[in-house]
């Protein structure tokens, strides 16, 4: 797709347009939520937070994967990255994220701690390559849209014997967290503006239960402000029906059924297992761990790591805010004890968390 | 040289070390006042004196557009001109690991010298020392550099007044994105490179012409958001900028949507910011725009009362938001 026609998900007068239709349509208040890093950022980035009616309520989802990494999870990043031997592997945005003791893994670097910021996980296997004397680690952290790539790296780590190269999957697959979040009575949210990149891998279906069981309208969206705003006017339209059907708007890069191969690729190397989300807690079914011919891969087996229930961070309202039960201003400790400087939670750690979004980006 | 490797005692202060000095520095530094090889150098200088000091321990030492020499030179002739001064004198110390290639130190001393012949400066007093392995990355250059204040008053990160133009010289982000690129060996599918350049000529050309610029900034680590920042906040004021205009190659805009960065955060090593009174604008982006080093610039934004202390962005949409100061560095996201 040329660059130009990609600018056209940004002109402001397309915008402009569809927001116009946006308000002749709208009957009343509607709620939405985003499930999505990038909807956050976007929807602020570009400015359409602040001109968006008054009557359309965004409400930030768990739709970051770093955000909804458990304290006790992160305890094992910690834990492992202080082990003799280890090299830790990480996309950039984890090495923020506190545990419950409030220690991060930049902590555990200056306390001497190898670990290596990479941009692929295949850049993992050349580290375990190049270092054939340490046990390199790569922190399984993301969605459906990383967990495929990451299981085929361990494919190629299995087809190079590479032995010292090895994967804790703390992978959490979306749709379940969503019906655990509309089954809840508190959460208060009309529609669901579901995460795109989510879609190109695992496609439209299993989103079908929030309107077959709760009634509820929702659109596969891209990330661009054209792209929100067309599915915010999809939504509007289809909260009037009874039992709305799922919605794609994201055409461009999400077809019906994913990508069946990466799906494939996904559950040839892992298995859903519970996993323990950060400020909901356990959701069963939700996350994604070693079936057992790839236990040899398996951080969590060969380190023993105990991943246990662990207090929340004191005051915290993280859990709050990804439900969607409170915006990130209403937190106590937003601004004042809870900053980019000195997260206490971790919407406020990652860069596409919803607190920090709010902190970064909202003038008033 | 007699080894294709720099050894440690090169650093010795012994015949190794006069061998250094006199084939390599002499060589491309020369000038009367290095070239006495005093213990310290004679300056001669009129007025108030501009100075500042950095250091350089960039990585990758080579660079599309530049290279750690270059870089050093650059980095503080353009800090010494931001208060609207002539540089003239530079130091440089050196600290290299044991067993940098001497092809590479000797690429590095001459580019600082073409550097510092182009931007008009002499390097007129100097130090090398060499640590054994592993005690520094390659090679870690700090410069010092003094300069003739012409400007009266001297522009000055607090005196951004309600009215004022901010301009900039060019487009953002394109020093920072090639270093990230090239450090990650990352196939950014365009030919970004960096803007590192001495901005003296242009400048003073300019606090010349118009003698009541305020501001002189050059946004380099943090970029124009983090400049900004620190403006809005000695000066006390609000900058409001008009997103449309801020000028952005579209390769850099495209590798940042890639690697979830803001071109508004990276450091640009050959650009400048300006503010001054909205009269003066105009004519100070023709003298801007007649300079290659100015050939992109254009206005982006004013200085307001509405939010002090703070830097808002208005969106193509209209939308308003926060250009505010990062934490840290910017890391790159996970999806």
């Given amino acids: ?33 985003e499930v999505c890093g990038t909807h956050t950022v976007s929807i602020f980035r570009s400015g359409l937070h602040s001109v968006l009616p008054k009557e359309v309520v965004h409400l930030s989802g768990p739709g970051c994967p770093v955000c909804v990494t458990h304290e006790s999870e992160v305890n094992a990043f910690l834990d492992l990255a202080g082990k003799d031997g280890v090299i830790v592997a990480t996309f950039g945005d984890l090495i923020k994220v506190p545990g419950d003791k409030g220690h991060c893994l930049k902590n555990a670097q200056a306390d001497g701690a190898r670990v290596e910021i990479i941009y692929s996980p295949f850049d993992a296997l050349d580290l375990a390559s190049n270092n054939p004397d340490s046990t390199v680690v790569f922190l399984g952290v993301g969605f459906e849209t990383t967990a495929p790539t990451i299981a085929a790296t361990v494919l190629m780590a299995q087809q190079q014997g590479l032995e010292n190269f090895k994967v804790l999957s703390f992978h959490k697959l979306v749709p379940p967290a969503l019906d655990i979040l509309i089954s809840d009575p508190e959460t208060c949210i009309d529609g669901f503006l579901l995460p795109g990149h989510v879609s190109t891998v695992i496609g439209i279906h299993p989103y079908d239960f929030i309107g077959e069981k709760y009634g509820k309208p929702s659109v596969v969206t891209g990330f661009d402000p054209v792209d929100i705003l067309q599915a915010l006017l999809m939504m509007v339209r289809a909260s009037k029906q009874d039992h709305p059907a799922i919605q794609n708007q994201y055409v461009r890069g999400v077809s019906e059924n994913g990508n069946p191969k990466a799906v494939e690729v996904m559950y040839q190397v892992f298995e859903e297992s519970d996993a323990l989300w950060r400020g909901i807690g356990m959701i069963p079914g939700s996350g ?35 439900k969607g039960k409170m915006t990130p201003e209403k937190c106590p400790l937003f601004g004042k004890a809870c900053t980019p400087a000195k997260p206490v939670g971790p919407c406020m750690v990652s860069t596409e968390g919803s607190c920090a979004a709010y902190f970064k980006y909202k003038v008033d | 040289m007699s080894s294709d490797k720099v050894l440690l005692d090169y650093g010795s202060g012994g015949r190794a070390s006069q061998r250094l000095i006199s084939e390599l520095f002499l060589k491309h530094f020369a000038n009367d006042e290095l070239d006495r090889l005093n213990d310290a150098a004679t300056l001669s200088l009129k007025g108030k004196i501009s100075m500042s000091t950095d250091s350089f321990t960039v990585d990758p030492i080579f660079f599309p557009g530049g290279d750690i020499g270059s870089l050093a030179v650059h980095g503080t002739v353009n800090d010494v001109a931001m208060l609207g001064a002539i540089p003239r004198y530079m130091t440089c110390a ?42 520094v990355d390659k090679i870690f250059i700090n410069t010092t550099g ?24 060019g487009t953002m982000g394109d020093h920072g994105l090639t270093i990230l690129g090239t450090r990650e060996g990352l196939s950014l599918e365009s030919n970004v490179k960096s803007d590192s350049a001495a901005l003296n000529h242009l400048l003073v050309k300019l606090v010349q012409e118009i003698p009541d ?20 906040v000695s000066s006390n004021v609000c900058c409001e900028l ?26 640009n090593e050959g650009k400048f910011l300006c503010i001054l009174p909205q009269e003066h604008a105009e004519k100070a982006l023709e003298i801007m725009r007649a300079d290659d080093l100015g050939k992109d610039a254009c206005q982006v934004g004013t200085i307001t009362d509405a939010n002090p202390g703070k830097v808002v962005l208005v969106t193509p949409l209209g939308g308003r938001r926060l250009l505010n100061m990062l934490e840290g560095e910017q890391l790159p996201r996970i999806c």
Wanted: glycine share 10%; with cysteine.
């Fill in chain 1, 1 to 33: 797709m040329s660059l130009e026609i990609l600018d056209r998900f940004n002109d402001p007068e397309l915008c402009k347009e569809l927001l116009a239709c946006l308000r002749d349509e709208l009957d009343g208040e509607i709620r939405f939520m």
């Fill in chain 1, 288 to 322: 994604l761990e070693f079936r057992k011919e790839f236990e040899k891969y398996d951080a969590k087996k060969i380190f023993d790591l105990n991943i246990g229930e662990c207090l929340p961070l004191k005051g915290c309202k993280c859990g709050e805010v990804l």
């Fill in chain 2, 94 to 135: 050196y600290i290299i690991e044991e067993g940098l290639p001497m092809e590479d130190l000797e690429k590095i001393v001459k580019s600082m010298g073409e550097a510092c012949r182009h931007a008009g400066v002499n390097i007129v007093t100097g130090d090398t020392k060499v640590v054994p392995k592993g005690m």
């Fill in chain 2, 146 to 169: 003094v300069g003739e204040i012409i400007a009266d008053p001297a522009p000055s990160g607090d005196r951004a007044a309600v009215g004022d133009a901010v301009l900039v010289s």
């Fill in chain 2, 213 to 232: 610029i305020h501001v002189l900034r050059d946004p380099t680590r943090g970029g124009l958001a983090t400049t900004l920042n620190e403006i809005t």
């Fill in chain 2, 242 to 267: 008009e997103e449309s205009t801020i000028p952005v190659l579209p390769e850099v805009a495209g590798g940042c949507s890639f690697l979830g960065l803001d071109p508004l955060y990276l450091a």
